[in-house]
């Protein structure tokens, strides 16, 4: 659906260049929800211009719905963009036409009869929940409900893709919970690839198939929301994950659980499909060890179950042992040091 | 010296009647004018949808070497210029020329300015649907500039009666020649009191209209 390939982009004059994008190679493919993620300045907005040619790129190449699109002449790349929705940050609605007038607004562009217009526009009122609004100016409306005119104009002409740019980040979590369930039914029912960019890791964790991080102007992971999630490769990726979810113990408490030199600390890992099974007791049952439950968090990603405990194991050594070695086939286990 | 007020008011109404038709006449192609170099100043901006860089540059020199004539003077300045297009430098036809001409370059730099004053994220929203430089143009940059554009061009009316009455003082008709020959050079105070006053509401009316045009589109 999209490909990138060693993609480069830079700004700038002869001695201030600016590489917001360098050598990026990924696909986007078709009906899937795919994130990048990065902190601001880490060149996901250009990427993301670079997929409708907002902006050129200076090297590699671009190909959308089977052809190369920095090769188009003006009046191709303008039919490429009725193909390609766009949703924006600050929303970007036209505030001297109403609601009704910027869903109509690319219908227009794309020539549609009157009554056929009316028709889509209101269609697509209705499928935002916002057919009460038509009449309405974009500033009389909250953050939400511009969105949702922004994500009707942005599907009328019916596109392939949609790409979002950070569309939720000016929005309250609430509002954004709201918008990211109308693009997980944008992506369902009309079966539209989006590709996202965000800075905000639990949009990725809400809604991505796939994810790429970016750093600096180049991806630096990529994958399965769900294997980046479990297992992380880089310290940006990290971070951006314990953003989400925090568990990590305090070093107050840590010290304490040193001080009373109980037991040792695992962290126990689960694995798919174990996440179900009452595998603490059944050992604790089989062997002399008591767990002392620190942390635990389980959570759905994609429908697939994953997470973590940390736990003290309380026992004789030789009983410690006997159960990390069960323990060990069915999850994954590490031990939680002391000092941080 | 006595005024024979009954000879006197269809002098005035005549007057009056040429300041408004040389105000009217100049604001029509004035605002087409100063539109069009307005726009093409904004669009040709570094950045921007037509950048181009030559045309940008001359176009901001030429308001810059207008703008700042006095008005008087350049009247008088491009009257031979005047002279050849209309065959004559006098009368209230011959006004409308260089009025034009200093106007239009107003206009230019207040339509820049609101235009300026738009969403650049406005116009990327409308290029990532496909729209055309010229179809931005005329769909998008004009009318969410077109409330405070209305309220520039109402400045611009206010000073072209202004304008005018200067027009008038070298044979340009109209109040302001009413005022010179008979208030000025015939040291008549009540003629003059009677011109201010209709200057004055002249100003007061185009503002009101003004004003109230942009409240129209503006939306608020």
């Not at chain 1, 689960?270 to 002399?288: A, D, F, M, R, T």
């Not at chain 2, 000879?7 to 029509?28: K, N, S, Y």
């Not at chain 2, 520039?152 to 304008?163: R, W």
Request: charged content about 20%.
């Amino acid at each position: 659906m999209i490909r990138f390939t060693n993609v480069s982009k830079t700004f700038g004059t002869k001695e201030n260049v600016v590489k917001a994008v360098q050598d990026v190679s990924l696909e986007v493919k078709k009906g899937e929800i795919f994130g990048v993620i990065g902190f601001s300045g880490a060149g996901k907005s250009t990427l993301l211009r670079l997929v409708n040619l907002l902006e050129r790129p200076t090297s590699g190449e671009i190909i959308v719905n089977d052809k190369r699109i920095d090769a188009l002449s003006q009046k191709e790349l303008r039919q490429l963009r009725s193909r390609i929705g766009m949703i924006f940050q600050s929303f970007n609605l036209f505030s001297s036409r109403t609601v009704y007038g910027n869903i109509a607004y690319p219908l227009k562009l794309a020539g549609w009869s009157k009554a056929k217009l009316d028709q889509r526009v209101k269609e697509m009122l209705r499928f935002v929940g916002l057919e009460d609004k038509a009449t309405k100016y974009p500033e009389s409306l909250s953050g939400g409900q511009k969105q949702r005119v922004g994500i009707a104009r942005a599907l009328a002409t019916s596109p392939d893709i949609l790409i979002c740019d950070e569309a939720t980040s000016a929005l309250d979590p609430e509002t954004t919970e709201e918008i990211l369930q109308l693009l997980l039914k944008v992506n369902k029912e009309y079966n539209i690839t989006i590709m996202l960019i965000t800075h905000e890791m639990h949009v990725i964790k809400r809604v991505c198939n796939r994810v790429a991080v970016m750093e600096d102007g180049r991806v630096i992971e990529e994958g399965q929301v769900f294997n980046v999630f479990t297992k992380p490769q880089n310290e940006t990726t990290k971070n951006f994950i314990r953003s989400v979810q925090n568990d990590q113990l305090s070093s107050h408490l840590l010290e304490k659980l040193q001080e009373s030199k109980r037991g040792k600390l695992y962290r126990i890992i689960y694995k798919e499909g174990v996440s179900n099974q009452p595998i603490l007791s059944k050992i604790s049952k089989k062997y002399q060890v008591d767990f002392n439950i620190l942390y635990g968090n389980i959570s759905e990603l994609q429908e697939r179950l994953f997470g973590s405990l940390i736990v003290e194991f309380i026992g004789e050594e030789v009983e410690v042992s006997k159960v990390i070695k069960e323990l060990e086939k069915i999850v994954e286990l590490k031990e939680v040091h002391y000092a941080s | 010296m006595q005024v024979d007020w009954a000879t006197f008011w269809p002098r005035i109404i005549e007057a009056t009647g040429e300041t408004i038709l040389m105000v009217i006449l100049t604001l029509i192609f004035a605002t087409i004018l100063g539109l069009v170099i307005g726009l093409l100043l904004f669009v040709t901006r570094k950045g921007n949808i037509l950048e181009n860089r030559w045309i940008f540059y001359f176009l901001n020199l030429l308001i810059n070497i207008i703008r700042p004539i006095p008005f008087i003077i350049f009247l008088v300045a491009i009257s031979p210029f005047t002279r050849m297009i209309m065959g004559t430098t006098i009368g209230t036809a011959a006004a409308v020329l260089p009025m034009t001409i200093a106007a239009a370059f107003a206009v230019a730099r207040i339509v820049e300015n609101n235009l300026v004053s738009i969403d650049p994220g406005i116009i990327e929203a409308a290029q990532a649907m496909g729209a055309s430089p010229l179809r931005i143009i005329f769909t998008v940059l004009i009318p969410e500039a077109l409330g405070p554009l209305i309220l520039g061009i109402t400045f611009i009316t206010v000073g072209l009666i202004d304008f005018s009455a200067m027009a008038g003082t070298v044979g340009g008709g109209g109040l302001g020649d009413l005022a010179m020959t008979y208030g000025y050079q015939r040291f008549d105070t009540s003629v003059m009191i009677v011109t201010v006053v209709i200057l004055i509401l002249l100003v007061q009316i185009a503002q009101f209209l003004g004003n109230m045009l942009s409240r129209f589109f503006l939306r608020r």
